[in-house]
């Protein structure tokens, strides 16, 4: 944010020496050639094989070659040239068609392709693709749940990524401890934390309740852990955090712990809109991902929501503590798992009596005469 006290004030400049300024010897001056070809790690990624931070990973590990030489850093590479990557040819012509799919992410899981602890990855519940990589649009930590987009634009996940995108992040947090107003205002103005300025752009308490409570917060950025690391600085524990949406896109109440869905056609032109990019043709999913995901949601599959929650409700659509509105039981049934209409399992009755109210049928006497 810009001081309103130096707004009018003209931008600073180096000093230059007192007196005539010298003309430069026409017979001495060097012409700038332009530079040809595009840096290395951003054509990598417009192929869809990663991020650009990932590429330039790559690029220091010594995976990628350029005419059979090790690439480096600051590299520029031009049509003509042939990349390899892991000592396998490469094409680097950008994707004609990108895939943007939501994964809801369950605790426990983390967000890198391969952990040396031998953790739960996400990409272990993604589908497979024929060509190009899933890469993470941003992260979360292994205790922290909820939305996490994945797509195959090198570009688009770079733009959304980007600090200067100013892109809302909204998380349900449930904190314990006892919160009062001071906390609240506190770190909607501002908290310096070890890696700089970090703050709320909104606060709101849902519900109330005693040792636990739960609010809903928005962030324009994405730093590491920085939501706990917020409520930390006021003596303040994270129970749970889940993110709940990202940009114009929310988690849809459908998707449950470690399930995907294919992003709709109008929630992936929204992530090209947040970061003003045009928007690339969608691929189509194959028979058997559509297969998947339906068996994944079942009958809700094909009576299932848009992904995007409408205005005025809570997000993700569901009440704090994942429980469902109303008191009402999950998926509709009974509590203590009864029957409905009071019927016991298995169709009987109540008691021992057969349904319908019908009578046993009498035994015969054994005649013994």
Known sequence: MTDKSSRGAPRLQGKRAAGPTKKPDATKSEVVKPVAGEKLQKV????????RREMERWIEAGRIAVNGKA??????????????????????????????????????????????????????????????????????DYNTSGLLLFTTDGDLANALMHPSSNIEREYMVRVMGDVDDDMLNRMQE??????????????????????NRWFCVVLMEGRNREVRRLWESQGLTVSRL????????????????????????????????????????????????????????????SRGGTGRAPSGRSPSGRSPAGRSPAGRSPAGRSPAGRSPAGRSPAGRSPAGRSPAGRTTRPTKKRDRS
């Open 190 to 211: 501002g908290v310096m934390l070890e890696d700089g300025m970090a703050r709320f752009t909104d606060i709101q308490q849902i519900g109330k309740g005693g040792i």
């Open 44 to 51: 990598l990624a417009r192929a869809g094989l990663g991020s």
């Open 71 to 140: 690439a480096h850093l600051g590299d520029r590479v031009e049509e003509r040239d042939r990349l390899a990557v892991d000592g396998r040819d490469i094409e680097i012509a950008p994707a004609q068609e990108a895939r943007c799919i939501l994964y809801h992410k369950p605790p426990g899981e983390v967000c890198s392709r391969n952990d040396p602890e031998g953790r739960r990855t996400v990409f272990g519940h993604l589908p497979n693709l024929k060509t190009g990589r899933w890469i993470s649009i941003g992260r979360l």
């Open 242 to 301: 889940k993110r709940v949406r990202y940009g114009e896109v929310f988690i849809p109440s459908k998707v449950k712990q470690g399930q995907w869905v294919e992003m709709e056609r109008v929630d992936v032109k929204s992530l090209y809109r947040m970061v003003s990019i045009a928007p690339k043709e969608q691929a189509r999913s194959t028979e058997k991902e559509r297969e998947i995901m339906e068996r994944q949601f079942g009958k809700r599959h």
